[in-house]
T-cell receptor, first 115, second 114 residues
């Protein structure tokens, strides 16, 4: 149980294009999902907290117009990187908070490379 | 605000040796504690968690951790490691509020050598 999927697992795009990453909780409902960014050899950096049916809460320094987050259902949250640039290249990981145990389960991550 | 310190950035050990990965935290209120493992190019997998009750927590893959409130520590241990345990390990805390964020340590790279 408590499985979180992400799609795609990796994506390569041209500079200036937009990329959408999906995060799904497969066997539980998640009112809260989180989006992280991870640079090589570093810990996870929280980008935003996504609550179902409401606007996401972004961490300081994260551009909300660049990283659009939508949490339309209890099992799906999406992160759209708009007008991507090479500096947006990174490993993006989502997590979903399981309501009963209040434990975060993580997706496998999405490797984004912007050329 | 809470914070997490993982005292060792890298821990090299030989196969079948015991290992301890250290984690200390700081918080003005009670927190839940977690250990996650990350294999290369993968997401994080929950190893174990402490929510309440017994301070010795057993997790997957033979790992265990002990919550020590007086020392504000939550060290991870395994009596005999395998090559396959080579990975990055993250200690994390969160407030006892539903849906609250995790605060991570910087991670410890465990390398098990033959």
């Amino acid at each position: 149980g408590a499985v979180v999927s992400q799609h795609p697992s990796w994506v390569i795009c041209k500079s200036g294009t937009s990329v959408k990453i999906e995060c799904r909780s497969l066997d539980f409902q998640a009112t809260t999902m989180f989006w992280y960014r991870q640079f090589p050899k570093q810990s996870l950096m929280l980008m935003a907290t996504s609550n179902e049916g409401s606007k996401a809460t972004y961490e300081q320094g994260v551009e909300k117009d660049k990283f659009l987050i939508n949490h339309a259902s209890l099992t799906l949250s999406t992160l759209t990187v708009t007008s991507a640039h090479p500096e947006d290249s990174s490993f993006y990981i989502c997590s979903a908070s399981e309501l009963v145990t209040d434990t975060q389960y993580f997706g496998p991550g999405t490797r984004l490379t912007v050329l | 605000a809470q914070s997490v310190t993982q005292l060792d950035s890298q821990v090299p050990v030989f196969e079948e040796a015991p290992v301890e990965l250290r984690c200390n935290y700081s918080s003005s209120v009670s927190v839940y504690l977690f250990w996650y493992v990350q294999y290369p190019n993968q997401g994080l997998q929950l190893l174990l968690k402490y929510l309440s009750g017994s301070t010795l927590v057993k997790g997957i893959n033979g790992f265990e951790a002990e919550f020590n409130k007086s020392q504000t520590s939550f060290h991870l241990r395994k009596p005999s490691v395998h090559i396959s345990d080579t990975a990055e390990y993250f200690c994390a805390v969160k407030l006892k509020t539903s849906g609250s964020r995790l605060t991570f340590g910087e991670g410890t790279q465990l390398t098990v050598n033959p």
